[in-house]
DNA sequence: ATGAAAGCGCTAACAT
DNA sequence: ATGTTAGCGCTTTCAT
């Protein structure tokens, strides 16, 4: 069995509620003697106590802890931005839970249920499709959280996300003024807003520049894992490039462009065929293929930062705030001139 | 405030020991009617009811959580590993908490430490250097534990590790096959075992084939984040390659091949430079790279089942358990003819 | 077949 | 300045 304050306050001679008092920093106030606080202090050293977080949490009704939910493990830009969530949460000293959904309904429901139950402080979401409902709970149970990289325009929540019309925007207008015109493009098959904005911003760019738009160009590739997104891509783009003939591709997720460029690169480019390829999110291997791809280079830490502050701000003044805050960053196109 | 079984007790005219144990499924086995059951259920559906798990776990002792320590969250190598821990524990009805050390002793402690506060069943640690007297510890409080990807010699535990000499002999014999005389490599600045391991197959494979080691050509880089990563890899392969005169190098960490071929490729292969690369973990980008990258394939699943696997059984066997599980893995060497 | 009650470890209000 | 005590939500033993 573990120490407990009890086995401090026996070894100690003193009630076990002055142990508490002491352990929790609140001697001074509760006048203490320095003298005795030391000899607590020394003695629950001594014991190697380690306090229970469950005993603590379930008298105090919370924890220090956020819940973080991953939508997909697999996609670097996730791994940093939890990395950087994690780093500023314990600033404020608050632990982080991590859990993936996988991009799955249901998956995420449970997860937050199970943070939910853990009574965390408060909720970092990073959404699957179909969420919609399941937040708007969130809101009834006024529990703090906050959206990332996904929203849902119709509920008002927290969430910091991307300008995602105008990085489109952005990505398609870049290869256009290289004089691309048959722009193929890359989404995944959902039916969130991001990217509905992402098609958008696509489209407007070509209109812009009097480029007829063609449904054909544009490929919709569902969540699935990096081997079965190769086969599907595998289908996909030697179609575009040997029937429909592109001459470049804005892959508008990670998860299809690293399978996407696999198989580019692999039968195409690297046998001489020219197709600029940019996407959404950069990798640290873009600039070394031949030729190096294009990117939407995202402000993670930035993203990381302003969620936990959003997040904290609301865990300490949970009565005071009514107005959500929404975050919109902008990506930086990073030209490698491809 | 949030449902708790005393609501549903409540509501449904009961007492709330009785909820309890319909809720925990014992219904049958203390004759509780199926039509009371049945109503129970009901209102706790209704009600929306959560159990509280800091409450469950104080009362029950253990929670049914694995905590996994992390020691480096940027190589995928470890992100994989968690997902597939992940899925083989939920199998087992287990949740699993994730915590990253980021290689520091102390932060390691910590973390574990805050994992024993929350009661997890058990730990799965990829130890970070100079845990040894922690680890030592936990044998003590009889918690149960599987170290993975590093292990210390002296201590008996649980581990699941690779094959770090064979498979750092293998890497070397493949660039020696390959003509490759001056072959550099860099490992990670660590008195850990598993890289002293690498550097003694390093050396092995150069004796057996006759030739002749040299100081020179072994670069220790201590755990950086990418970018001084970067810096401190863009004096050392300068040198090597200018200087010292290298035909070729074996990579034998992650953290150090990721932006050491990034310097490689762009200041001397893309330009011509003809030298041989393979490093210890593949990576998606290696095949696309020109010349591609050849690399030491490890088991990644494997290892994330068998830790599960060895962790569960301890858990449920905590008596009974005498003997520790010692698993070697082989890894597949990636030839890709560069 | 159902209820009463103890107690897990801790915090904090109240007492002395 | 330090001690007493109630109770957080739950499980489980023992009564009835």
Redesign the pocket.
């Given at each position: 069995?573990?120490v407990?304050?009890?086995d401090i306050?026996a070894f100690v001679?003193?009630?076990?509620?002055?142990?508490?008092?002491v352990?929790?920093g609140?001697a001074a106030e509760?006048?203490?003697?320095a003298e005795?606080?030391k000899r607590i202090l020394a003695a629950a050293k001594e014991l190697n106590?380690?306090?229970?977080t469950?005993?603590?949490g379930?008298?105090?009704?919370v924890t220090n802890t956020i819940g973080f939910v991953i939508s997909d493990v697999s996609n670097r830009f996730f791994i940093k931005l939890a990395r950087y969530v994690e780093k500023e949460a314990m600033k404020y000293g608050y632990r982080v839970l991590f859990a993936s959904s996988d991009e799955d309904e249901n998956r995420c429901v449970e997860v937050v249920n199970t943070f939910l139950n853990q009574q965390v402080a408060g909720l970092i979401i990073i959404p699957a499709e179909g969420l919609e409902e399941k937040i708007a709970q969130l809101t009834n149970l006024k529990i703090p959280f906050v959206l990332v990289d996904r929203h849902f325009p119709k509920i008002d929540a927290n969430y910091v996300v991307m300008n995602n019309w105008q990085s489109a925007y952005d990505a398609t207008e870049y290869l256009i003024k290289k004089g691309k015109k048959r722009i193929a493009t890359f989404s995944y098959a959902t039916n969130f807003f991001h990217m509905a904005e992402r098609l958008d911003g696509y489209k407007a760019a070509l209109k812009d520049y009097n480029i007829r738009f063609d449904r054909q160009l544009v490929k919709e590739v569902p969540f699935l894992d990096n081997e079965k997104s190769e086969v599907l891509l595998g289908e996909y783009i030697p179609h575009l490039v040997e029937d429909l003939n592109i001459d470049s591709i804005f892959f508008q997720t990670n998860s299809t462009a690293i399978p996407g460029i696999q198989i580019l690169y692999e039968r195409y480019i690297r046998v001489g065929k020219d197709i600029s390829v940019i996407c959404f999110d950069d990798n640290e291997f873009f600039k070394l293929l031949m030729p190096p791809v294009s990117s939407l280079l995202q402000p993670i830490e930035e993203m990381g930062i302003e969620s936990v502050r959003i997040l904290i701000d609301e865990i300490k003044n949970k009565r005071a705030k009514r107005m959500k805050n929404k975050t919109v960053y902008s990506a930086k196109l990073i030209d490698r001139n491809n």
């Open positions: 069995m573990s407990t304050i009890k306050a001679g003193v009630s076990y509620s002055t142990v508490s008092l352990l929790n609140k509760n006048r203490i003697s005795l606080e106590y380690r306090p229970n469950l005993a603590r379930l008298r105090r009704g």
